[in-house]
């Protein structure tokens, strides 16, 4: 899972603040997922993505959340105004085409954000 | 009820012992099964994928499956420290979207 690069690792934001995580897909693969992992609520599906679109978001809060996965560079997850509740692990995958049969999701090593 | 059951453990073993991992999941519409291995501070690595009720072997890694008792099971023969992690079960509905919806992980302590 080396090949989905997640920056930053580790982020500290303070109230109010914003977030910015970023995803590159592995070479080839042009789905693109987020989850959020919290210790007493697991992984969490948060938004599906393909190059400029967005195809499923069911699993975003309705505000200070947003995604994008522009033509050109990496899957953005946007966090405005964040809250401690926000603190979390925000795992990217990517996929190469249709998912499943046949291929596979790979995650990166998440970014772990902390709000103070 | 969730829609993915799966017991946290921690569940403590010793080196060589045959390790059990088990989950339920409540629809009957989730078609496609999935294990994932996560080490502390990283992200999920794939171990098993199957869709199908009956068990896939992968060298020390049996995935079993049974539809009809809504119920899913991972078992790692020969059990080696560094299997210690924690083991999360992943399901898919047919036709959703790829959103995969995940038990809370079960602890694993190999001990030398």
């Known amino acids: 899972n080396a090949g989905v690069m997640q920056n930053p690792r580790h982020l500290v934001r303070r109230r109010g603040q914003e977030a910015r995580l970023r995803c590159s897909p592995m070479k080839g693969h042009s789905h693109v997922y987020w989850y959020r992992q919290l210790p007493e609520e697991g992984l969490k599906f948060m938004v599906y993505l393909q190059k400029e679109n967005i195809i499923d978001e069911s699993g975003m809060p309705k505000e200070r959340f947003s995604a994008e996965f522009p033509k050109e560079g990496p899957s953005i997850l946007r966090i405005q105004q964040v809250v401690r509740g926000d603190s979390a692990a925000y795992f990217c995958a990517s996929s190469p085409r249709v998912f499943p049969p046949g291929n596979t999701i790979y995650f990166g090593e998440g970014s772990w954000l902390t709000v103070v | 009820q969730k829609e993915v059951e799966q017991d946290p453990g921690p569940l403590s073993v010793p080196e060589g012992a045959i390790v059990s991992l088990n989950c339920t999941y409540s629809n009957s519409a989730f078609q496609y099964f999935m294990w994932y291995r996560q080490y502390s501070r990283k992200g999920p690595e794939l171990l098993m994928y199957t869709y199908s009720s009956g068990n896939k072997e992968d060298g020390r890694f049996t995935a079993q499956v049974d539809k009809s008792s809504k119920y899913i099971s991972l078992f790692i023969r020969d059990s080696q420290p560094s299997d210690s992690a924690t083991y999360l079960c992943?399901?898919?509905?047919?036709?959703?979207?790829?959103?995969?919806?995940w038990g809370l992980g079960t602890s694993l302590a190999v001990n030398p």
């Open positions: 992943a399901i898919l509905k047919a036709g959703n979207n790829r959103k995969l919806i």
